[in-house]
């Protein structure tokens, strides 16, 4: 195999594994293969219950630059974060078991990141939607930034989205900012920890590359609609808290991110809710007057940039702007499942 980048510092990859059986196979085996050689694969087992754990000793005693650690059961941060204690890289990147990667991804971090001399670089990817591979880039064109461009809108920037940089799969960091200011994923946040771990990174950094053009990481998501409501609420409620108690007085223009992005969570919540099917439609339509009555007591035309929403998000907002709660649960429960069946077809 050939190693066709110039640079040759090594690049930490951690990966948290939980009962992956059906997956950890295909990420291993695209790893193994990349075009980058200089790394070190650390998988940290997670308390798995299946034989994710003797899959990844069977790929470690194959490939030497693979590292298996087994530890408690205490969730995707807590694995993340042992995994950066052991990680010995220049850089470090964060994917997740049930993913896969392109052969050429790793190279082409590390060289964005040399070549714009960023601190971090922050990629598009590709969603797995079904049969589909759906193309996903940031909000924010490429190019290289000061943290401080990106701080005024990182937390929200108006398009009903949340935090700009909400995952940390598809990115490469340098490992010697992470440990110099103990940047680590908070093990008590289960929404947002990862757009939060970024906003930490970035507030350390001096300059951000973004690379839209990079679309080599295969995300199969987990989608927010298919958790518990009461999880979802109460999780979004704790990352929020936390923003607010730890990014008020740094973040610039934090009044009308915050007040965004809370606009943003009516939107995440009625996607969920009116999607349970374990709640009764008089409970549903409570609860949703209750989302829309907390959206109706700020002026939410101050805090959503009408102009750059999607179509499909502008349906939305209009919907919520003017409470009207039967045609969102109508759209929701039953029109939007139906069209992405169609497309899946």
């Known amino acids: 195999m050939n190693h066709k980048n110039s640079s040759n510092k090594m690049v930490s990859i951690v990966i948290p594994i939980f009962n992956e059986e059906?997956?950890?196979?295909?990420?291993?085996?695209?790893?193994?293969?990349?075009?980058?050689?200089?790394?070190?694969?650390?998988?940290?087992?997670?308390g798995s219950q299946d034989e994710s754990l003797e899959i990844c000793k069977r790929f470690s005693a194959e490939d030497s630059r693979i590292i298996v650690i087994s530890k408690k059961n205490g969730g995707v941060s807590s694995a993340r974060n042992v995994g950066i204690e052991y990680s010995k890289g220049e850089y470090i990147c964060f994917f997740d078991g049930d993913d896969y990667i392109e052969e050429s991804l790793v190279s082409k971090l590390v060289s964005t990141i040399e070549n714009t001399r960023s601190d971090v670089t922050f990629t598009g990817y590709n969603l797995l939607y079904g049969n589909r591979k759906i193309p996903r880039q940031n909000s924010v064109n490429s190019g290289v930034y000061s943290s401080e461009e990106l701080l005024t809108t990182v937390l929200d920037n108006g398009t009903m989205s949340g935090i700009q940089f909400g995952s940390a799969c598809t990115s490469i960091y340098r490992l010697d900012i992470i440990n110099a200011f103990k940047i680590r994923?908070?093990?008590?946040?289960?929404?947002?920890?990862?757009?939060?771990?970024?906003?930490?990174?970035?507030?350390?950094?001096?300059?951000?590359?973004?690379?839209?053009?990079?679309?080599?990481?295969?995300?199969?998501?987990?989608?927010?609609?298919?958790?518990?409501?009461e999880f979802l609420k109460d999780n979004i409620e704790i990352a929020t808290i936390y923003i607010e108690n730890n990014f008020r007085e740094v973040l610039p223009n934090f009044e009308t991110q915050i007040a965004s992005?809370?606009?943003?969570?009516?939107?995440?919540?009625?996607?969920?809710?009116?999607q349970q099917e374990n709640i009764k439609y008089s409970g549903i339509k409570e609860e949703l007057s209750r989302i829309l009555s907390s959206v109706k007591e700020s002026p939410v035309e101050k805090f959503v940039v009408e102009n750059e929403l999607g179509k499909h998000k502008l349906v939305y907002y209009y919907l919520i702007r003017n409470g009207m709660s039967r045609t969102i649960y109508f759209l929701t429960r039953y029109i939007v499942p139906m069209f992405t069946r169609i497309m899946n077809r």
């Open 261 to 274: 992005r809370k606009v943003s969570e009516s939107l995440w919540l009625i996607l969920n809710l009116c």
């Open 22 to 46: 059906n997956n950890i196979r295909d990420l291993l085996n695209s790893l193994i293969g990349q075009t980058y050689i200089n790394i070190e694969i650390i998988l940290v087992d997670d």
């Open 185 to 229: 994923f908070n093990e008590n946040i289960k929404i947002n920890e990862d757009g939060i771990f970024n906003i930490e990174f970035i507030l350390a950094s001096d300059f951000v590359s973004i690379n839209n053009d990079i679309k080599l990481y295969n995300y199969r998501q987990s989608s927010l609609n298919k958790r518990d409501y």
